[in-house]
Structure formats: C-alpha cells, structure tokens
C-alpha cells in the first residue's frame, strides 16, 4: 500500500486547507485511517481517524470541532478538512493506513498503524 498525501500550503490564522492522502492498492475500504501532525522539535502526535466504512470518527481534542475526517472509498482517497486554523496547527500532517485487524475501530497510536505516507506541510501564519 502506498499513501500520497496532499494539500499543505501556506494559510492565515482562521483559514481553511483541505488535505488529500490517496491510496493504492484495492483493499482500501477495509481500512481505517488515521491522520497524524509533527511540529519542528515535536513528537509526532494524533490528529484523527476514520473506521473503513466512515462510519466511525475519532479526534484529538485540540482539533475537535475545527477537522473533520471523511474518507471515499471509491477514490481510495481520505481527507481532512481543517477549518479555524491556528498557528500552532503548524505542522507536517501524515496520514496512515491500519489494515492487520481490519477496519471497525479507530486507532490512536502511531504504532497501530501499518502504511504511512511522505507528509505534507501546513503553515499557519498569524
């Protein structure tokens, strides 16, 4: 499996960025997703996640209210919106795929996660 994440850029504080991760492979929709931030000199720290079928959601609660995670199957695609951002939403955003337990819950901890993409830049000015 392979993830290309997508959709970082440069935004001002109460801005709004859209992220993509596209996905190969044809079992995506088994999968759970998860969305993951590192800041400079930071751990990488949780952001989201997404049950296979999308019918399940988990936030972080410095983001709660401000991202939503979706994910469409049929482009095997996942998204975050990101809305009210804030500069310390500055980050480089990663997004991961769980596949050994299937995809009926969600996962917190980078270590649940078996497929990681390259990372995407979001810079939020203020």
């Known amino acids: 499996v392979q993830l290309q994440a997508s959709g970082g850029g440069l935004v001002q504080a109460g801005g709004s960025l859209r992220l993509s991760c596209a996905a190969s492979g044809r079992t995506f929709s088994s999968y759970t997703m998860g969305w993951f931030r590192q800041a400079p000199g930071k751990e990488r720290e949780f952001v989201a996640a997404?049950?296979?079928?999308?019918?399940?959601?988990y936030y972080a609660d410095s983001v709660k209210g401000r991202f939503t995670i979706s994910k469409n199957n049929a482009k095997t695609t996942v998204y975050l919106q990101m809305g009210s951002l804030k500069p310390e939403d500055t980050a480089v955003y990663f997004c991961a795929a769980h596949k050994r337990f299937g995809g009926s819950h969600v996962y917190t901890s980078m270590s649940s996660y078996d497929y990681w993409g390259q990372g995407t830049q979001v810079t939020v000015s203020s």
């Open positions: 997404i049950t296979s079928s999308g019918g399940g959601t």
